[in-house]
């Protein structure tokens, strides 16, 4: 594996210094690439750029440096480990696996010229972080066929060939949460709800669910958008608390999550909160805002707690624990490794079509209806249109379990998703 690194500065506030590498920086810019010729190989298989008689080449644009530092590293090694697995047991239409990382540092820019130097020599990325640097990358990816998995789940990356976004999108998980809150807490037709989310697609995105599933059980939002750079959410909470919210919802980042459920608690609005999955990090079970975290948040989340009982999940869990003794388990592990199971599968199933080539590894990917890897639950690709999954999970946080948090609730697709879906196609 190779790797590079750049240095990035993060805000200097109090909580931002507790906090600095859970924080999300937004921005946009555009790239080119090469996309390169194909050959067929000795053994017949067609092959292109990235491929060659002894190797397949995979890259990755990650954060090893900024405010997602703690999940690039998490998502790194975890495919790094998926990789030596997979050639332990002899590669991929026997070649060995290769995976070159670049890190971006959470800037647009960076990545941007990542990508220029990356994509000529790469077969896929299983890794992209970071919503705008997906959004800058967009048109390139696509021109080159670069299959691309973005740890990113905004509704605007779909419809797109060669991005795939895994599991449900940001306006899904909304419409979850309502759902949970409405089923579970109490809430009421004619009760308010804060929003409070980060401008941008992110977001937006998540707001757009938030306030169609408000709509259908007789809610009102109270939305208040924020910047990435916002870590003390004082304000929002003192309005949210005057519009008399009877429960909160987070779309956001870990920093913001932690400030909302920590002030909110101090001034006495002791309501239920609900966040994104992006908005939750084990590392904030560290911090002054811990108990309020465990009293008062839920998180809903495409993916299982790290702690689940599923036996691909466990055996995940001791094979990482293993190989990377004294590093945290966290969400981005099990993303991370799902993510290049996935990317594998893909794979094998180009290879016995005969061909490694870009446009032929793609179409593998569409062909695929229901991809389980036993971490979470199956996804179809054939629809470029819809998210791979409807399902999601709610999490709550343990400071004594493995990743942070616990299950609260299995996979179900919460009423309402395919209405939604339906009246958007």
């Not at 060939?161 to 109490?186: C, E, N, P």
């Not at 819809?386 to 946080?397: D, E, H, I, M, N």
Request: with cysteine; glycine share 10%.
């Amino acid at each position: 594996m190779k790797t590079e690194h750049h240095r990035h500065r993060t805000p200097g506030t109090a909580l931002a210094a507790a906090l600095a590498a859970l924080l999300i920086a937004a921005t946009g810019c555009s790239s080119k690439a090469d996309g390169g010729s194909t050959s067929d190989g000795a053994d017949g298989v067609k092959s292109g750029p990235g491929v060659t008689e002894k190797s397949i080449r995979l890259g990755a644009l990650t954060d090893l440096t900024g405010p997602y530092a703690t999940l690039g590293k998490s998502i790194v090694q975890a495919q790094q480990m998926w990789a030596d697995e997979t050639n332990a047991d002899g590669g991929i239409c026997g070649r060995k696996i290769e995976i070159v990382v670049k890190d971006h540092g959470y800037d647009v820019q960076k990545a941007v010229t990542a990508y220029a130097d990356i994509a000529p020599d790469v077969l896929a990325l299983p890794q992209v972080i970071g919503s705008p640097v997906v959004a800058a990358l967009l048109d390139d990816v696509e021109r080159d066929h670069l299959l691309t998995f973005p740890q990113a789940w905004a509704a605007s990356l779909l419809g797109k060939d060669s991005i795939q976004v895994l599991g449900t999108t940001y306006d899904l998980d909304m419409i979850a949460a309502v759902d949970f809150l409405t089923r579970t807490k109490g809430l009421e037709k004619g009760d308010s709800v804060g929003h409070v989310y980060f401008e941008g697609d992110y977001g937006s995105n998540a707001l757009e669910g938030s306030t169609w599933a408000a709509q259908q059980a007789g809610l009102k939002i109270v939305d208040q958008k924020i910047k990435a750079t916002d870590t003390d959410l004082s304000a929002q909470v003192s309005a949210l608390k005057k519009a008399g919210v009877k429960a909160v919802l987070i779309s956001a980042g870990p920093a913001q999550t932690a400030s909302l459920v920590g002030v909110a608690a101090s001034r006495g609005l002791t309501v239920p909160v609900v966040s994104s999955a992006p908005g939750f990090a084990p590392q904030l079970m560290k911090t002054p805002a811990a108990p309020a975290l465990t009293a008062m948040l839920n998180v809903v989340s495409a993916a299982p707690a790290v702690s689940s009982d599923l036996g691909g999940v466990r055996s995940m869990v001791a094979a990482y624990t293993k190989k990377y003794p004294g590093s945290q388990v966290d969400s981005g592990v099990l993303s991370g490794y799902n993510a290049a199971r996935l990317l594998g599968a893909d794979l094998e199933k180009a290879c016995a079509a005969g061909s490694l080539t870009r446009e032929d590894l793609v179409k593998a990917h569409r062909s695929q209806k229901n991809a389980d890897t036993g971490l979470g639950t199956p996804q179809d690709f054939s629809d470029v249109s819809r998210p791979a999954s409807q399902s999601t999970y709610v999490l709550k946080p343990d400071a004594k379990a493995v990743g942070g948090t616990v299950n609260v609730e299995e996979a179900h697709v919460a009423p309402g998703v395919e209405e939604y879906l339906t009246s958007r196609s």
